[in-house]
Every structure is written in C-alpha cells, then in structure tokens.
C-alpha cells in the first residue's frame, strides 16, 4: 500500500543553518505530494506541494521538489530561523481516495 | 474567514467513559475528514464525509467510535467506551472539492488522554 517514510527527528539546529528533511515514499500511481507544518499549539498549515514529477514547491523560503526516480520529496530551507521551529509532515494524495498519507512527522528546534 | 475549529482542545477521561469531539469545518466545504495521531507515529486518516454522507470511513479503528454530520456542516466523533490506546490527537480537515490537487485545511485538533 502507499506509505511515506521521513527522517527521525527531533532535529536541533543554529539559526541561519541549512535545513533538509528527508521524505520518500511508496505509492502506486502519481501522488501529489505535501509538506505540512504545524507550530506550537496549532493546528497543520500546508507548507508547500506538488502535483507531478520535477515540479518544485516553495514557500516562506522552504523549497521541495517531487523526483519521481528516487520516489522523494525532501524539504529544504537554506537558512532556519528560530520561528520555524515546528513538528513537519510529509504527506501524499492519490487521487480517487480522498485521504492523506502522512509521515510520522520530524520535530524541528532552531537554537538563537 | 474563519478556518477549521475544533472543540475541545483537550479533553483527560478515564477508561471506559464516553467523550465526543466536534468539528466545524470552513463555510462552504463539503469535504469533512477526520485524522488521528497516536504519540510519536503518523497521522492516520479515520473517515471522509461528503455533506452529510459517510464517503469512507475505512480508517476508523473499530466500532466504539461513531462519526456524524448532520444536515452537512458540523461533524463529532464519539469515543465509547474509550480505551487508553484512543489516546492522540484527533485532526478535524475540510476541502472545497475532493480531488488530486483539493488542499484540505486542518483545524488545531483535540488532545484525548484516556486514563
């Protein structure tokens, strides 16, 4: 079945620093693909997504880019700030299901 | 426009008590879903409610749990009795149009912690 597997957090880094997320997945078909976030005490907010191989999802300064021949969809931020610490979900869509598959989540801390 | 709310934001019973959870979705979206998160694993989808309803509920756990959405807008889903492995966090989601590209927009969530 479709599955999506992302990196084991809790992950700790300096401001400024470069963040990657890994995320790939398993999925029969051509999922869309979805970086969610969810700060503290919030609910999940769409970060960024995908709907077909090679496109490129940006926003807030976290870019992502759906490879279809390595079945992956990391998140990237070239420089974190200390707002962006949050809990990030992977997550993917097939159409004709109607339902999300999501990651486990990595918990992101950014130290000043 | 308001976004998704969920009522409680955190609810503590002890086993074998009952608790319903309520969802409000956004004005307009005929798409309700619900979601749980069991500590430190990953959000697992439980059901799908186009209007009133029940479009798939292939992932609700078993049947103490009852989702309803009458006359279309607001949905609960009932725990009864609950047992401490319903413990998580329960995501309310709701989309204009259910499709390949529909984004669904989540609410806060309910924290249930079954004593």
């Known amino acids: 079945g479709n599955s999506v597997t992302q990196m084991e957090g809790p992950v700790t880094l300096s401001e400024e620093a470069f963040l990657t997320i890994n995320c790939t997945y398993t999925a029969t078909g051509y999922p869309s693909l979805f970086w969610y976030v969810q700060y503290p005490g919030e609910g999940l907010q769409l970060l960024l997504k995908?709907?077909?191989?090679?496109d490129k999802g940006s926003n807030k300064g976290f870019e992502a880019t759906y490879r279809k021949e390595t079945t992956s969809f990391h998140l990237e931020k070239g420089s974190v700030q200390v707002s962006d610490s949050a809990v990030y979900f992977c997550a993917l869509y097939t159409s004709g299901t109607y339902k999300y598959i999501f990651g486990t989540g990595t918990r992101l801390k950014v130290l000043a | 426009e308001a976004g998704v709310t969920q009522f409680p934001s955190h609810s503590v019973i002890e086993k074998g008590q009952t608790v319903t959870l309520r969802c409000d979705p956004i004005?307009?979206?005929?798409?309700l879903y619900w979601y749980r998160r069991v500590m430190g694993k990953e959000i697992k989808f439980l059901l799908h409610?186009?209007?009133?309803?029940?479009?798939?509920e292939s992932g609700m756990p078993n049947n103490r749990f009852l989702a309803e959405r009458t006359g279309g807008t607001y949905s609960t889903l009932k725990v009864q009795p609950a047992e401490l492995e319903d413990s998580g966090v329960y995501f309310c989601a709701s989309s204009q149009v259910a499709g390949s590209t529909d984004t669904q927009y989540f609410g806060p969530g309910t924290r249930l912690t079954v004593l």
């Open positions: 409610f186009v209007k009133e309803s029940k479009q798939d």
């Open positions: 004005s307009g979206h005929d798409n």
């Open positions: 995908a709907t077909k191989a090679d």
